[in-house]
T-cell receptor, first 113, second 110 residues
C-alpha cells in the first residue's frame, strides 16, 4: 500500500531535549516536505527536499533541521525544542513534477513543556 | 511564491451542491491548481488538480476561470463526510515551496 509513515504519532518532551520525528515513503518520490499546523494558521512549510542530499528552507525553518540521505526518508530534527514548537506536524511526499499530487502522513502531535 | 485567497468558512446543506472559490491572481502560466482537504484528525488528502481546462473526478469537479486567476471546487452533492478544511494551492515547475494558507472550513448541515 502506498503510504507516508510518520513516527511517533504523539510526543511529549521538555525544553532543550533533542528529538527526531521520522518520515518514510514507499512510493519512490523525489519530493518530500515538512509542515507544521497551528490553530488559525493553516499549514506552514518548514523544509522541503527535491531529492537525495538536496534540501531547502520553507517559510518557517527556524529551530529545525532536516536531512535527506536516502530517497525514502526525510527526518525532522529539533536540536533544542522550545514550547513555541508545540504543534501538529505533517510530512508529505510526491513525484517532483508540478502536476503530481502530494501524499501526507497521519501527523505527529508534539508538545514541548 | 504564488499565493491563494479563500473564504474562511462556508456552510452547505446535505445533498446540495457546494462551490468553494479560490482566487490566485498571481498565478503563472505553468502553475497547476491543486485542491486538498483535511478531515478532522487526519492529514490532508488530494482532491483534484488542473491547469487550464475544467476537470472532473469521482470526488469533485474543478472549474478554472478563463484567465486562470480564480478557480472553484465543486462538490456536486455534499454529505456530512465532506465537512473538512479545503485548501487551494498552486504548484509550479519549480513548485517546491508550497503555500497552503488557512483554507476554507466547510460545514455541512443535515
Amino acid at each position: 500500500e502506498a503510504q507516508v509513515t510518520q513516527n511517533p504519532r504523539y510526543l511529549i518532551t521538555v525544553t532543550g531535549k533533542k528529538l527526531t520525528v521520522t518520515c518514510s515513503q514507499n512510493m519512490n518520490h523525489e519530493y518530500m516536505s515538512w509542515y507544521r499546523q497551528d490553530p488559525g494558521l493553516g499549514l506552514r512549510q518548514i523544509y522541503y527536499s527535491m531529492n537525495v542530499e538536496v534540501t531547502d528552507k520553507g517559510d518557517v525553518p527556524e529551530g529545525y533541521k532536516v536531512s535527506r540521505k536516502e530517497k525514502r526518508n526525510f527526518p525532522l530534527i529539533l536540536e533544542s525544542p522550545s514550547p513555541n514548537q508545540t504543534s501538529l506536524y505533517f510530512c508529505a511526499s510526491s513525484h517532483g513534477q508540478s502536476n503530481e499530487k502530494l501524499f501526507f502522513g497521519s501527523g505527529t502531535q508534539l508538545s514541548v513543556l | 511564491d504564488a499565493k491563494t485567497t479563500q473564504p474562511n468558512s462556508m456552510e452547505s446543506n446535505e445533498e446540495e451542491p457546494v462551490h468553494l472559490p479560490c482566487n490566485h491572481s498571481t498565478i503563472s502560466g505553468t502553475d497547476y491548481i491543486h485542491w486538498y482537504r483535511q478531515l478532522p484528525s487526519q492529514g490532508p488528502e488530494y482532491v483534484i488538480h488542473g491547469l487550464t481546462s475544467n476537470v472532473n473526478n469521482r470526488m469533485a469537479s474543478l472549474a478554472i476561470a478563463e484567465d486562470r486567476k480564480s478557480s472553484t471546487l465543486i462538490l456536486h452533492r455534499a454529505t456530512l463526510r465532506d465537512a473538512a478544511v479545503y485548501y487551494c494551492i498552486l504548484r509550479g515547475i519549480y513548485g517546491n515551496k508550497l503555500v497552503f494558507g488557512a483554507g476554507t472550513i466547510l460545514r455541512v448541515k443535515s
